[in-house]
């Protein structure tokens, strides 16, 4: 089972995205969510989660300006993108939290440029 990210696109700096990310059952709340983000050339990293239990947390470059929110009912999972800046451009990708290895799906680019 992959875990397909959509919503990316060309943004220009200060603007907003909202990501989805659509299962085919229950899957983040019974295994939290998180959305990561790989940037070229540099490793794939956390940006935001929810753990089983519901406690959200950010990395520190993007607290205050993205928001992880789920939708148990709807099985679907979103990142709402505001302020963003050139440094956000990646590839962003969910997956539970933790992360397993077969959910990884191809991703979705953002880019942020004027």
């Known amino acids: 089972v992959q875990l397909q990210a959509s919503g990316g696109g060309l943004v220009q700096p200060g603007g907003s995205l909202r990501l989805s990310c659509a299962a085919s059952?229950?899957?983040?709340?019974?295994?939290?969510l998180g959305w990561y983000r790989q940037a070229p050339g540099k490793q794939r990293d956390l940006v935001a989660r929810?753990?089983?239990?519901?406690?959200?947390s950010y990395a520190d470059s993007v607290r205050g300006r993205f928001t992880i929110a789920r939708d148990n009912a709807k099985n679907t999972g979103y990142l709402q993108m505001n302020s963003l800046k050139p440094e956000d451009t990646a590839v962003y990708y969910c997956n539970v939290f933790p992360p397993m290895r077969d959910y990884w799906g191809q991703g979705t680019l953002v880019t942020v440029s004027s």
């Open positions: 929810i753990n089983r239990g519901g406690t959200i």
């Open positions: 059952g229950r899957i983040f709340d019974l295994n939290g």
